[in-house]
C-alpha cells in the first residue's frame, strides 16, 4: 500500500548480534518509513475545501426546524439562556423561526448529554437564534472537519497520500454525511470526535512503538538484560492516548452510544501492544503486556474520558433549577447520604435517561432495523414540501423541496461488499489495517442488534460512517497498480479505480438536490426514489 519512492527499503537482520539495533527494531515495529510531504496536506485540505463548499452553500435553507431539529435547536437555545434544556408551550416552531422564541421557565427532562448542544448553541452565538445558518453552522463546520480528518486517517492508514485523497473525496460527496452536517442534529458532532480519537489512537500506536524500540535498543545491536525482555518496559506517557481519551469523553457527552466505541477502542490500543511486544521478542509479552500497557491505557483513557464527560453537564452542575437537580436535597439517604447530593441528583438523572432509552419504541414512519443499514433500505426523509406552479420559485405543474439522508447508493453498497474482503484479509493475512476498520465497525454497529424493540433510525449508522469509506479505500488499495505489474496491468487498474470514482461523483451531483432541498419537479423527485422504501 506504499509506493517505491516514499518509503526506506527493509533492513535485513545479518547476525541475532545486530537484532536489536535501533533502526532494526524500528523496522520491526514501524515497517518501512512514509514521508508523505507537502502533498500530504495539500490533497486533504482539498478534498476538506470540497466538503466545506456542499455543507455550507444556501445552509440556511429551509428556514424551518426540519425532523429532530424541533429538540436539540430549542434546546441548544434555552441552555443558552439558563444553562440546562426548559420546557416549551405548544406549537413553538412558528415563533422560534420568525425570531421570537418563548420558552418557559420550567426545567426540561431530556434524554441526551448537553455537549451537542452546546455546540449548537455555539452557531447561534456568533450567527443568530433565527435563521438556519445560526443553528446549523457548527454541523457544518464539524462535518467539513470530518473530511480532513478522515483523509488524514485514510492517509495514516494506508501510507498514501491517493488513498487519503480518495477516502477524502468520498467522505466530501457521501449524501449521508452532507445531510447530517446540514442539519442541527447531534450525530455529526459524534461522528467527528469518534473518528478523532480513532486518529489519535493511530499516531499513539505510532509513537508507542518508536518508544519500545527506543528503550530495547542497544548501541551494538546486542541482546539486552534479561530483565527487560522477561515482561518488557513499562510505557506510561503516551499523550496521545490522553487525547483519545479527550475525544471519547467528547463522544459520550454528545450521546451514550459512544460507549461501545470506548470500551472497543480502549482494547483495541491494548492489543496493539501485545502485537507489538510479541513482534520485538518479550517472552511474557501476554501478562507484560496486559499489566504495563493495559493499566497504563486504561488510566489515561478512562478516568479523562469521564472527567470529560461530566465536565460536558457544567451548565446543569452549576445551576439550581435543571431536571432532577434538586432530586438529592428532596430525598435523603440513608445508604448513600454520605455522596453529596449534587451528584445524586446525577445519578439519578442518567438513571431516569436510561430507563427512557430502554422504553423507547414508539412506532415512526421513518424508523429501520439495523439489518436494513447497510443496503440503505429506509434512510429518513427529514424535510418534505410539495410545491404547485409559481410558489417558492416552482415552474411547472407540481415541484418538490425534499432532504433525504441517504448515502451515496455506489459507494455505500460497494463499502457493504467490501467489507467481505476486509474480513478476509483480516482473518486470513492478519493484517491490522483490516481488524482496526472492522473493530470500529463493530462499535457502532453490532450493539443495536441488543434492542431489537427500540425505535431507531437510518441516521445511527453514521458513527461509523467513515470506517465503511475506510473499509472501501482498503479494497481500493488493493486494486492499485505496483511497480511489478506490466504497463498494461497498471492502466488496467487505474482506468477501473478512475471509473469507479467518476460515478460516485456523478451520482452525488444527481443526487444533491434531494440532500440540499433544491427545487425539482415531483417526476424528477420519483427518478431519485430507487427503491420503495426510499419513498
Known sequence: MTTASTQTRRRWVLAPADAFGLAVLRDRLLGPVYRAGMLGWIVPLAMMLLGAVLRF?????????????????????????????????????????????????????????????????????????????????????????AVLLCALVAQRLFSSVVLGGIAGLLAAVDGHQIVTSRTGLLDIFLMFFILAAFYALLIDRSHGREKLASILATADGSRPADRLLAYGPWLWWRPWRLVAGIMLGCAAGVKWSALSFIAVFGLMTVLWDLSARR?????????????????????????????????????????????????????????????????????????????????????????????????????VLFFYESRSNGEYGCTTADCVQA??????????????????????????????????????????????????????????????????????????????????????????????????????VALSAFFLPVWTGDMITYNSWRNHIWMPSWG
Not at 435547536?73 to 421570537?100: C, H, R
Not at 493495559?294 to 461530566?310: E, R
Open 279 to 379: 513482534r520485538v521478542g518479550i517472552r511474557h509479552w501476554m501478562l507484560g503486556g496486559l499489566l504495563r500497557d493495559g493499566i497504563p491505557a486504561f488510566l489515561l483513557i478512562i478516568p479523562t474520558a469521564a472527567l470529560v464527560y461530566v465536565a460536558t453537564w457544567s451548565g446543569w452542575l452549576f445551576s439550581s433549577g435543571g431536571r432532577y437537580r434538586q432530586w438529592g436535597a428532596q430525598n435523603p439517604s440513608e445508604t448513600w447520604g454520605w455522596v453529596p447530593d449534587v451528584w445524586r441528583s446525577f445519578g439519578e438523572y442518567h438513571r431516569a435517561a436510561y430507563a427512557f432509552h430502554q422504553g423507547l419504541s414508539s412506532p415512526h414512519s421513518w424508523e429501520s432495523s439495523p439489518w436494513s443499514w447497510l443496503f440503505a433500505g429506509r434512510p
Open 57 to 145: 452553500s444556501n445552509l440556511a435553507h429551509p428556514h424551518l426546524l426540519i425532523f429532530d431539529e424541533t429538540y436539540y435547536v430549542k434546546d441548544a437555545y434555552t441552555m443558552m439562556q439558563a444553562g440546562y434544556e426548559l420546557e416549551w408551550g405548544d406549537d413553538p416552531n412558528d415563533s422560534f423561526i420568525a425570531g421570537q422564541p418563548a420558552p418557559s421557565t420550567a426545567a426540561s427532562f431530556v434524554v441526551h448529554p448537553p455537549l451537542g448542544k452546546w455546540l449548537i448553541a455555539g452557531g447561534m452565538w456568533l450567527f443568530g437564534t433565527d435563521n438556519g445558518l445560526g443553528w446549523r453552522f457548527s454541523s457544518a463546520l464539524f462535518g467539513t472537519l
Open 403 to 504: 432532504i433525504t439522508d441517504l448515502p451515496n447508493p455506489i459507494m455505500w453498497w460497494a463499502a457493504t461488499l467490501s467489507l467481505l474482503l476486509v474480513l478476509f484479509y483480516w482473518i486470513g493475512a492478519r493484517d491490522w489495517r483490516a481488524g482496526a476498520i472492522l473493530s470500529a465497525l463493530a462499535a457502532g454497529f453490532l450493539p443495536w442488534f441488543a434492542y431489537p424493540d427500540r425505535t431507531m433510525f437510518f441516521f445511527y449508522t453514521l458513527p461509523f460512517a467513515p470506517f465503511m469509506v475506510l473499509a472501501l479505500c482498503y479494497v481500493i488499495a488493493r486494486f492499485l497498480p505496483s511497480a511489478e505489474q506490466s504497463l498494461w496491468q497498471r492502466r488496467r487498474a487505474l482506468w477501473g479505480i478512475g471509473i469507479f470514482l467518476a460515478l460516485v
